[in-house]
């Protein structure tokens, strides 16, 4: 891997849906900065939920307009709209292909059984290495007896996105320093 390489990175928006209302955890005033943040540094972004296709937002932005500008830049963003209303399934997902998962969502336990596939894809990134960076939804069992040489970012509160997206960033510049220098 080389430094003209451009970073490729998973955003795992990781529920669709919590019974029968969208997951308020997958909400584009808390995703829009790290998607941004990510586009901004030239990296390809791929967004995948556990079926693919529409990721459903909470709340809808034509009910609950927000002032927030990466929310306006999202709204005027017409490529940005296009890659949420067309996700990858996680299914579709080649972990090989990507330097680092960035989830939005999860909830449940990184160890256990998933029948949606976000454990075993963050397991499988971890596994094989690689960066994860979790902002968890309602309850995450992070419980790391099986992260091995992975790296496990976890975080809760207002800053922790971009404080994450930031962190996995580095974690993969010197990464490709390391691997260069090997």
Known sequence: MDHATPIRLLVILSADMVGESSNDEIRIERIAPVYYMFKDVEADVVLATPTGGYAALAPDLRQFPSEEPCVQRFLSDRDARDDFADTLSLDQIVIDDFDAAFCFGFSGSIWGADGLGVAPMIRAFLGDMKPVAIIPGRGLDIAAEGAGSGLLVVGDSG??????????????ELRRQFATTA
């Open 159 to 172: 800053q922790s996105a971009a404080l994450a997206a930031h962190a996995l960033l580095n974690v993969i």
